[in-house]
């Protein structure tokens, strides 16, 4: 076969079928990412590269590795990657857009019901024993119902949750970098500034890509902006929230709840502080992980990284240079 590539995880089979019938794959082994020295060693080896979001594919590493022909990353997001430097070096980079929207629509909906009903302090209530009778005043929580759902970032993501928003018949507002005219027309969204979706609503979803611009976005002062009561939920990337601002944050009742799919660090170690908190919750970056989604983004990475061996235009690039400056 001629192409080489290197795969930094195992994926489904039915995609790992898909690209062994096409060229000569080897698959890292491990259930934890390749270390730096081993993407060193191995990148510059072969023709393609698939990689996950905890591959750090940096410059360095772009620019050893002379026989790289595509990047094909298995997320939408794509914040591991240098992307100037891969468009610099003509290598094309794929990613895995839409095929996961939903099934993080649907996860962002499960953690504001978890956080808005305290599921896991009943859980753990009901199992330790505690559950004695009917108590009218135990475990209050808020109403989702009726809320206003603050989305900050109205990508396609932050389209699905508003959309299921308003099944719950929620009242809808959002920041954007630039106003979404489709929000606002199909889903009712109110264009609001960043201040005031954080002053006003009762859930902050959040659904920005990571980046210059949003590394920090909730900090300190945002968090003092937000309501006493306000639920922080976040399924995009764990370094968009200054976690030691939200730990004071939670634990001085500055805001309600915070239920986070993504954290930073990532993973959060086991001995971390957020953990203890009871007015928390933390899943472990599960957005995408339906038997589903999951499937479809492999098979996807896969479209692309063949796409991009062929020297085709991939069929979701989130770099795509220009064929004829690419040697
Ligand atoms: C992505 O695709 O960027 C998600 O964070 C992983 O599902």
Same mark, same amino acid.
């Given at each position: 076969m001629p192409y080489s590539v290197f795969v930094t995880r195992h994926l489904t089979q039915e995609a790992e079928e898909k690209l062994d019938g096409f060229c000569q794959a080897e698959y890292w082994p491990e259930d934890t990412p390749p270390s730096y020295d081993v993407l060193l060693e191995k990148t510059p080896t072969v023709d393609g590269l698939v990689c996950l979001?905890? %591959?750090? &594919?940096d410059e360095n590493l772009i620019n050893q590795?002379?026989?790289?022909k595509v990047i094909s990353q298995v997320?939408?997001?794509? %914040?591991? &990657?240098?992307l100037e430097a891969a468009a610099q070096a003509g290598i094309p980079v794929g990613h895995t857009p839409d095929l996961l929207t939903d099934a993080t629509a649907d996860l962002a909906i499960a953690l504001i019901m978890a956080a808005a009903r305290r599921l896991s302090e009943a859980i753990t209530y009901t199992a330790e024993g505690r559950w004695k009778t009917w108590e009218l005043t135990t475990l209050l929580g808020a109403d989702v119902h009726g809320a206003t759902l603050g989305i900050l970032g109205m990508g396609r993501i932050g389209q699905a949750v508003a959309q299921r928003g308003l099944g719950f018949n929620m009242d809808i507002m959002y920041y954007n970098r630039s106003r979404v005219p489709e929000a606002e027309t199909e889903l009712g969204a109110e264009y609001v500034t960043l201040t005031e979706l954080l002053q006003q609503a009762d859930i902050v979803s959040l659904h920005v890509p990571l980046n210059d611009a949003t590394?920090?976005?909730?900090?300190r002062d945002e968090l003092a902006l937000m309501k006493p009561n306000a639920i922080l939920v976040n399924?995009?990337?764990?370094?968009?929230?200054?976690t030691e601002a939200l730990v004071n944050a939670l634990n001085s009742g500055q805001i309600g709840y915070a239920a986070l799919d993504v954290t930073d660090p990532e993973p959060?170690?086991?001995?971390?502080e957020l953990y203890q908190l009871p007015n928390a919750i933390i899943t472990?970056?599960?957005?995408?992980?339906t038997r589903t989604a999951r499937n479809n983004i492999s098979l996807l990475a896969v479209e692309n990284l063949i796409a991009g061996l062929e020297g085709r235009p991939l069929p979701a690039a989130a770099v795509q240079p220009d064929q004829d400056n690419h040697d």
């Open positions: 979001l905890t %591959d750090r &594919i590795a002379k026989n790289l997320a939408v997001g794509v %914040d591991n &990657i240098d590394r920090g976005m909730i900090g399924t995009a990337r764990g370094e968009v929230v200054d959060l170690p086991p001995d971390h472990p970056h599960i957005g995408s992980a």
